[in-house]
């Protein structure tokens, strides 16, 4: 008796093992759950995130799948979504808006940034950059096995190099800013900013100023708003603002001198700055050579890093 017992107790525990849904997903239930119901449409792609109260600027489909531009009050995102499955996976989160961008193959997205951060609205110059998800999940969006070589999202930026006829705007507007320094380099230009007397100031929490470049012809113009070559120029200072600010470093001047800045470049013939009311303005006369140009900013350099620093490159077309 107790052995017709055993083996009955067996034979439930054995139909229960092979009770088990042979169609479960293999994501699980979580990765099942972040999808876009099928059949994957354009409408029913925005129907998921709108659900969920996510605000779809673009959607381009590519070879049956679609690729998602987020935005542009929540952080700018690019999401890939798998057409055969639904599954979407999170290719790209930035700081800056997305001005443009081209699919180069499945799941692999070149852009361009339109320097705009989404969160507090100052302009950085743009960025280029390219995300791929380089074999982690295949073309259904199911994880891949394991490879040490390959697997892996990859994402990155480097300088945007814009044509000379691009224009750009960047920088910090609403406060004034005194020129420290400014000097031709191999390849471009470099510009260092600091208070103005009886203006408070803390380099950590500036930027250089608003400026603007546009080039006409071979003539290239930075101009600098609310910028001057006299840190003292603002009647708000006293005199013994300039001594406590030169004790800041031997390279903080009174004021910079206007006309030509010494030295050139393979790019630039000559370079010039001059005040134009409350702006300053660069010109510089480029040679054939110079046919692209990029901007970093936001770095600080001087003494005691007492100021914000620009830094503008050229190139020949590449």
Known sequence: ????????????????????????????????????????????????????????LKITSYEGDFLVELGPEERPALDWVFGTTGIRRRLYTGFSGIRDYEILYAGCVSFTTDGTLYDTAYHNFPQSGTVSFDGIWDENGQSSPYDPYSSGMTAGTEPYWAPLEEPASFGMAGRSEALLDARVTISGLELLFGPMSGQ??????????????????????????????????????EPEDLERLQQQGTLYPDSFPAGPLEGSNRFISQAEISQEGSSLAVRLTLTEDANQYTVSSREYLGPADSGPYLRLSLRETW
């Not at 107790?9 to 972040?34: I, K, R, W, Y």
């Not at 100023?209 to 200072?237: F, I, K, R, S, W």
């Open 1 to 56: 008796m107790r052995r017709w017992i055993l083996v009955i107790f067996c034979l439930l525990l054995l139909a229960g093992c092979g009770g088990a849904p042979q169609d479960a997903p293999a994501g699980g239930e979580d990765e099942a759950s972040d999808a876009v119901s099928l059949p994957v449409t354009e409408e029913a792609i925005r129907a998921a995130y709108e659900a969920e109260g996510a605000a779809v």
């Open 200 to 237: 408070d100031f803390d380099a950590a929490f500036c930027a250089p100023p608003l400026v603007e470049v546009a080039c006409e012809g071979n003539v290239m113009t930075l101009t600098c708003h609310d910028t001057y070559l006299d840190c003292m120029a603002l009647t708000q200072g």
